[in-house]
């Protein structure tokens, strides 16, 4: 049963920075590209940030390019989001998530483990 564990999540002022963490296990291999996604509420849960299992390809949404950086540590089994210049707008439950997919896809339904989601919440 594959597993992934979210941590990092808090409370931060705007202008801050958070640095989330998501450490794999069971199925998920290194070889799997690797996500963020968050979810407002009353939202759709959305693209953040992935990263294929080389980290040569990243994609980003819109919303948090120049801000967000994802990486992976395939020795440790972990994939990391590190977030500066956080808005009010970024607060949410992150989630992350594990694909098949060989490039760094946007798509939710091309990503099928997920984690239980970290709280982040931006205080402006």
């Known amino acids: 049963q594959a597993q992934l564990v979210e941590s990092g999540g808090g409370l931060v002022q705007a202008g801050g920075s958070l640095r989330l963490s998501c450490v794999a296990s069971?199925?998920?291999?290194?070889?799997?590209?690797m996500g963020w996604f968050r979810q407002a509420p009353g939202k759709e849960r959305e693209f953040v940030a992935s990263?294929?299992?080389?980290?040569?390809?990243?994609s980003y949404a819109d919303s948090v390019k120049g801000r967000f950086t994802i990486s992976r540590d395939n020795a440790k089994s972990t994939v990391y989001l590190q977030m500066n210049s956080l808005k009010s707008e970024d607060t949410a439950v992150y989630y992350c998530a594990g694909s098949m997919r060989g490039v760094a896809t946007m798509r939710r339904g091309d990503f099928d483990s997920w984690g239980q989601g970290t709280q982040v919440t931006v205080s402006s």
């Open positions: 069971g199925r998920i291999l290194s070889t799997y590209t």
């Open positions: 990263i294929i299992w080389s980290g040569a390809q990243t």
